[in-house]
């Protein structure tokens, strides 16, 4: 009786220590955002990144439709969006926030970032599952935006019109970069190996490998170093743990957020990122 009652209670621990496997998977597959660029983007924090990011915010919220592009002379350009821009985001996302059930409340704002991604974690599981909705999501701005750059439009400036601060904005815009190549060029390799790049970020000593990389290229003069090491690093570790095509393609990650954050990083910048993952960077409208 007493060994049956053993059992039985090593059985439910056995249970229980998978449910906490799978719940930190979940945890861990938030957004892959939180693998690589969850670190990138502590070191925009950090640095003034949010600070231009602000400033640029302030500056362009009476022209709700413009795409900022950062260019060699670090002087900020604009180009055009659609003037719909703004409801496009909006109604797109509508749809997509349902698959989590979410709203987008009266005053037409999003939901809280933190509450998004405790209903991402609540609900999806893998990466063909995170990627369904997405999927319709891009599909749904693309059509919207009719030919417009994709990472020239969904930035976090025209986030901002739609959260309830900058954090929020930028993360949104990181998110969808995060997932455009997870879900896109990244797929195959995200989805063959999310068990080993769910374990190996879920590692402490990992975690505190990819805070030395970000911490030894936060203090370089040149502002771009800590995207670059950032981005080396990710492919490194991974890439040891997980095979080379896990490490090229979480290099590869942050070359896509990078196209993301043109008020922060210029053409330069992306190009030294590119060729630190191996890649070229995309031209303007890719």
Request: some cysteine; hydrophobic content about 30%.
């Amino acid at each position: 009786m007493g060994g049956g009652q053993a059992k039985g209670e090593e059985g439910e621990m056995g249970m229980g220590d998978r449910r906490k496997k799978a719940e930190r998977g979940r945890e861990v597959k938030i957004v892959l955002l939180q693998l690589v660029s969850g670190i990138q983007f502590k070191s925009l924090i950090a640095s003034k990144g949010l600070n231009v990011f602000r400033g640029v915010v302030d500056s362009l919220r009476p022209q709700q439709h413009l795409s900022t592009v950062r260019s060699e002379n670090a002087t900020f350009a604009t180009t055009s969006c659609p003037d719909n821009l703004t409801e496009v985001i909006r109604e797109c996302y509508r749809s997509y926030f349902q698959v989590y059930r979410l709203e987008i409340g009266s005053s037409g704002k999003f939901p809280p970032i933190v509450s998004f991604f405790r209903a991402l974690r609540n609900t999806s599981n893998s990466v063909q599952s995170e990627c369904r909705p997405y999927s319709s999501l891009h599909n749904c701005i693309e059509t919207g935006i009719a030919g417009s750059s994709m990472p020239d439009c969904i930035t976090g400036l025209n986030f901002a019109n739609l959260t309830r601060d900058p954090v929020s904005a930028m993360r949104y815009s990181l998110t969808f970069a995060t997932f455009e190549y997870v879900c896109g060029s990244g797929y195959r390799v995200f989805e063959a190996n999310e068990q080993c790049i769910d374990e190996v970020t879920a590692n402490r000593t990992v975690r505190q490998r990819l805070w030395q990389c970000e911490a030894s290229g936060f203090y370089s003069v040149d502002d771009c170093d800590g995207f670059v090491v950032s981005a080396q690093c990710a492919g490194e570790v991974y890439g040891n743990s997980c095979g080379t095509d896990s490490g090229d393609a979480m290099c590869r990650l942050e070359v896509n957020i990078a196209r993301y954050l043109s008020y922060i990083i210029d053409s330069t910048c992306l190009e030294r990122i590119s060729a630190a993952c191996g890649s070229q960077p995309p031209t303007p409208g890719d």
